[in-house]
């Protein structure tokens, strides 16, 4: 590990030559300080050993909880603090079930789901380039999970951001009649393993719906054939509709 604190190298994004994660990851060869002995072996893997100092996190091995939240720094630098993102071209993450969460961790992992390059928003690696992707392959099984059980544990606070009183009148109804079944309180309830719609971000929401809809996203199979029926209007009124909720 001493090595690494020679490497001053940003994340390399979709590297050939990088090894397979669960290795020791070139992924993530950010700069290190002293003191690192006692990090884990995933604190090193997701380069976290200056951002968890700072925090003043760094666990011991098997520390449990606290290990999870020093895994939740690097997530901050993007998504906020425990997942409630103020950055509105970052979904809030908190609060969605661990089924829903462990699945799309897994997705991006694999590649199954598209991993937009995204800046670091926050903390001592602000404006650092790298995508879920890479992220997520550089977690294992269990760094997964408990992410994952972490996360679902927060709460997820509604964006605040402006919608339109008209349009989401309209939103409501496309999606009583769309989506609900599925999505239901409105799109608030984790146990639905659909994410959580109502007061997401509406950037990321436009986004997944027309992912969803070019097949980029893989759709649940019984969703697909309802997103695809909506026209750019209806996308409009049901992204208002969904930022209206606060
Ligand atoms: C560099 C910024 C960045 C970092 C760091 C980051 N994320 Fe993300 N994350 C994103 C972006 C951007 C998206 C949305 C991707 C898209 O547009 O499809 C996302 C999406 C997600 C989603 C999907 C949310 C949903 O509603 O489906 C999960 C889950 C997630 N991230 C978890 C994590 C975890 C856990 C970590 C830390 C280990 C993390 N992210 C670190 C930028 C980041
Ligand atoms: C038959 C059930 C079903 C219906 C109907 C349905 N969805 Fe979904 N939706 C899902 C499931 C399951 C997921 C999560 C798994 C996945 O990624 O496919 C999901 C995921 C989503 C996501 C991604 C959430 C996130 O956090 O990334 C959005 C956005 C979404 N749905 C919007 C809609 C809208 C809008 C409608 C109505 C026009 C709708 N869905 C109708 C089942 C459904």
């Known amino acids: 590990m001493s090595t690494r604190s020679e490497t001053r190298e940003?994340?390399?994004?979709?590297?050939?030559?990088?090894?397979?994660?669960?290795?020791?990851?070139?992924?993530?060869?950010?700069?290190?300080?002293?003191?690192?002995?006692?990090?884990?072996?995933?604190?090193?893997?997701?380069?976290?050993?200056?951002?968890?100092?700072i925090l003043c996190l760094a666990p011991a091995p098997g520390a449990g909880a606290a290990d999870g939240n020093a895994l939740m720094a690097v997530c901050a630098g993007c998504h906020g603090k425990d997942?409630?993102?103020?950055?509105?071209?970052?979904p809030i993450n908190a609060g969605m079930s661990a089924t829903y969460l462990a699945d799309q961790l897994s997705a991006f992992k694999n590649k199954q789901r598209p991993c937009p390059v995204t800046e670091m928003k926050a903390g001592d690696k602000k404006g650092t380039k790298t995508d879920m992707c890479a992220i997520a392959g550089a977690l294992d099984d269990a760094d997964t999970k408990q992410l994952a059980g972490y996360l679902a544990?927060?709460?997820?606070?509604?964006?605040?951001?402006?919608?339109?009183?008209a349009l989401a009148t309209k939103g409501q109804q496309i999606h009583q009649?769309?989506?609900?079944?599925?999505?239901?309180?409105?799109?608030?309830?984790?146990?639905?393993?659909?994410?959580?719609l109502a007061g997401q971000w509406t950037p990321y929401l436009k986004e997944q719906l027309a992912d969803f809809r070019s097949g980029a996203r893989k759709a649940d199979p019984?969703?697909?054939?309802?997103?695809?029926r909506l026209d750019a209007a209806s996308i409009d009124a049901l992204v208002n509709f969904y930022a209206s909720l606060k």
Do not use: Y
């Open 10 to 53: 940003v994340p390399l994004i979709h590297d050939p030559g990088v090894p397979p994660a669960g290795e020791d990851s070139a992924l993530f060869r950010w700069p290190t300080v002293s003191g690192e002995a006692t990090m884990t072996r995933n604190l090193a893997r997701l380069g976290l050993m200056t951002a968890a100092a």
């Open 83 to 90: 997942g409630a993102s103020t950055d509105p071209s970052v």
């Open 153 to 165: 544990k927060q709460k997820f606070v509604r964006a605040s951001q402006a919608a339109d009183a």
């Open 177 to 196: 009649q769309n989506c609900e079944k599925c999505h239901s309180n409105n799109g608030s309830a984790p146990e639905d393993d659909a994410g959580i």
């Open 222 to 228: 019984k969703m697909k054939p309802v997103v695809d």
